[in-house]
Structure formats: structure tokens, C-alpha cells
């Protein structure tokens, strides 16, 4: 069984940063794509930023702000969180899929709250 364990979350204040990690139990974790999606009170959840073996994508809202990066050796994928403002603040998911494979190639963390404080 997959697992998907995050850690980093936290309350920060506007302008901080944070680093949250995602640790995925697979001997073929380099195999998938990663992804950090998010989801505030009341709302959909969404993507943040995604990475694959040689690209990533992030949505518009954190462009410039936010980094994704992963290291295989570690099983690790992480999303580096700078200037934050109160509108991150939500339940942040981490992912791991092979969508491309199969639809069930879908597995999600149980999250990690970011509260950034005004």
C-alpha cells in the first residue's frame, strides 16, 4: 500500500516562507509525477504546482512565489512556499499518479495545514 506522509505546515506570517515535504513509500517513486494541491475553506480543491521527471507547471496564483522540486534518492518531493499572503491558507494535499497509466495510479497525503496570518 502506498503511503504519502507531509510534513511542513504551519502558521506564518505574511511575507514568511515554509518548506513542506512529502515522503512516498515506492520503489519507483522517480516512475510518477508529484503534485501539491491545496484546498480552503469553501472551496474546490486545487492545483498548486506539479513536476515531472524533466518539467514543472504551477498555477498562476503562486508563479514566482512558490517552488516545486523533488529528489528521487529520497523518495521526497517538496514545495518551497516564500512571501506567502493570507490567501494560501488552506489544507495543502500532496500527490503522486501515473494517470497516464491507469486512472487508479492515484494516491493523496492526508495533508498539512498552511495558516498565514495578516
Known amino acids: 500500500q502506498v503511503q504519502l506522509v507531509e510534513s511542513g505546515g504551519g502558521l506564518v506570517q505574511a511575507g514568511g516562507s515554509l518548506r513542506l515535504s512529502c515522503v512516498a513509500s515506492?520503489?519507483?517513486?522517480?516512475?510518477?509525477?508529484m503534485g501539491w494541491y491545496r484546498q480552503a475553506p469553501g472551496k474546490q480543491r486545487e492545483l498548486v504546482a506539479s513536476?515531472?521527471?524533466?518539467?514543472?507547471n504551477y498555477a498562476d496564483s503562486v508563479k514566482g512565489r512558490f517552488t516545486i522540486s523533488r529528489d528521487n534518492a529520497k523518495n521526497t518531493v517538496y514545495l518551497q512556499m516564500n512571501s506567502l499572503k493570507p490567501e494560501d491558507t488552506a489544507v495543502y494535499y500532496c500527490?503522486?499518479?501515473?494517470?497516464?497509466?491507469?486512472?487508479?495510479?492515484?494516491?493523496w497525503g492526508q495533508g498539512t495545514q498552511v495558516t498565514v496570518s495578516s
Open positions: 515506492t520503489r519507483i517513486f522517480r516512475l510518477y509525477d
Open positions: 513536476i515531472t521527471t524533466g518539467s514543472t
Open positions: 500527490n503522486m499518479n501515473r494517470r497516464w497509466l491507469a486512472n487508479d495510479d492515484d494516491y
